[in-house]
């Protein structure tokens, strides 16, 4: 059975920086993939232009869809790590960005 979760993260910005700017810094997307701290590093990798026609979360492609592998690590006890890399791609939108990541274990994340 599939199973959502939908949650929020929001980061006070300063009153005294222009909104273009940052979105501008967001739609580079390195921000979003630097922020979580079970990413170890991710690589551009090019992109699957037929994989995302056919998912209905992205607008039509564009120039601005990116993919990137990610590298994650995760602690499950001390001294004992889970490390799994998987691909995720951005698209910009109006007022931010979207992801999908294709996780391990079936796993895809829409954000």
Known sequence: ??????FFISIPIPNTLPPEIVL????????TLQSNPVIADFTEKPT??????S????????NTLRTFEIHE?????PGLRKETRWPTVFQCT??????R???TAGIVVWA
Do not use: C, E, K
Request: hydrophobic content about 35%; glycine content about 8%.
């Open 101 to 103: 990541a294709n996780a």
């Open 24 to 31: 501008n810094f967001i739609q580079t997307y390195t921000p």
């Open 48 to 53: 699957d232009i037929d994989g995302i026609t």
């Open 73 to 77: 690590v995760i602690t499950l006890a």
């Open 1 to 6: 059975m599939r199973s959502q979760y939908r």
């Open 55 to 62: 998912d209905p979360f992205f607008g039509p492609p564009d």
């Open 94 to 99: 109006p007022h931010g960005i979207r992801s």
